[in-house]
């Protein structure tokens, strides 16, 4: 017999746009998910590439 499909299942999982546009602080301070581990590390690649304002490594290019 199969299990019952709760209601949450059912409901769109949100787009990967809608879940970085939350990590915008309007006070201008660092993400805090920022160097709190080694993916988020402000030395990294995907720091430069999605907060590049964050990114502290050897390519930064300054605006």
């Known amino acids: 017999m199969p299990l ?5 299942a059912r409901e769109p999982m949100p787009t990967r746009r809608v879940q970085f ?3 915008k602080r309007a006070d201008g301070s660092k993400p ?9 590390a402000t030395t990294g690649e995907t720091v430069r590439r999605l907060y590049p304002k ?7 290019v300054d605006a």
């Open 4 to 8: 019952p499909v709760s209601g949450i």
């Open 21 to 23: 546009a939350g990590c």
């Open 32 to 40: 805090f998910q920022l160097d709190a581990c080694h993916a988020l």
């Open 54 to 60: 964050w990114y502290v490594g050897k390519n930064k």
